[in-house]
């Protein structure tokens, strides 16, 4: 752990959430793994208080609270400053413009993010193709800008770089949560040269050793509720267990349903009761 930090840093997360899995995948990155405690925040349960308190009255996860009371929000900012103070190499690129150039790739996770969400959470048949097509153009852009601006001749021929780096840290927990759409759309990235790139550097991603917090089959089971249109917690009708709570635990569930438009797992038939 690096001088300045004497204590660790305290991060209220929820274990299955990309954001959070951001900072793990950094840390792995670094060999610092037990850099940071990690304290699991239940959002199918009313909000703690004394942490609304911390956070001043928000409930988005990970927050990182300092050794010193300090609480720092957003993933992003999470992870610049855990990179800057945890001892170990850095992940994002010392050279300015290399920084620069993953910085524009880092900023259209965004919008993909809202688009793979978008598409899993939709109810709506007659705006599937429009949603489905809308990841796949994100998908394209993300493939012209790895082919325009990355380093093709580097060891690995797959990252932005020459290695595994702050915009891969970004990305991955997004390509992870999207075997949700694998299972509950049917949706992959087509055989086509248009996404030859994005895909190599997708599977590299979910491949790398750092990266292995979670894996196919809890993401589809935990986030059954957002392929029903419900998200952070929220039950749906004729419900009342979410399929995010942490018991029964994940593996002795049954998979769902893979058939997100028809009729609705119940509590009993997701395993939950």
């Known amino acids: 752990m690096s001088s300045k930090q004497t204590a660790r840093s305290i991060v209220y997360h929820i274990p299955a959430c990309p954001f959070s899995q951001r900072l ?12 940071v405690e990690f304290r699991v925040v239940d959002i199918t349960m009313p909000p703690d208080p004394e942490l609304l308190e911390k956070t001043r009255g928000t409930t988005a996860l990970p927050v990182l609270e300092t050794p010193q009371g300090g ?18 190499p850095r992940v994002r690129r010392l050279d300015p413009y290399e920084h620069a150039v993953e910085a524009m790739l880092i900023a259209k996770e965004g919008p993909f993010a809202m688009a793979g969400y978008g598409l899993v959470m939709n109810q709506d048949p007659a705006v599937r193709g429009k949603k489905h097509d809308r990841l796949l153009q994100l998908y394209a852009e993300l493939s012209d800008f790895l082919t325009a601006y990355g380093n093709e001749t ?8 020459g290695g595994f780096g ?42 790398h050793p ?8 809890e993401i ?5 509720d957002y392929a029903l249109g419900y998200g952070n917690g929220a039950l749906p009708p004729g419900r009342t267990v979410s399929s995010f709570a ?28």
Do not use: M
Request: hydrophobic share 45%; aromatic share 14%; proline share 6%.
């Open 166 to 207: 702050l915009a891969e840290v970004v990305f991955t927990p997004l390509f992870a949560r999207f075997w949700f759409l694998q299972y509950y759309e049917n949706f992959d990235l087509p055989d086509d040269p248009r996404f030859s790139r994005v895909t190599r550097w997708r599977d590299a991603c979910l491949a």
């Open 246 to 273: 942490a018991r029964p635990h994940w593996r002795k569930r049954p998979w769902p349903p893979s058939e997100k438009y028809g009729q609705a797992a119940n509590d009993r038939e997701l395993g939950l009761v």
């Open 71 to 88: 609480i720092l929000k957003e993933s992003l900012v999470i992870l610049d400053y855990l990179d800057e103070i945890v001892a170990g």
């Open 24 to 35: 793990e995948i950094l840390l792995a990155l670094k060999g610092q793994s037990a850099a």
């Open 220 to 224: 589809v089971k935990l986030y059954y």
């Open 154 to 161: 580097n060891e690995d021929g797959v990252f932005l770089f």
């Open 210 to 217: 750092a990266t292995q917090q979670i894996g196919r089959e």
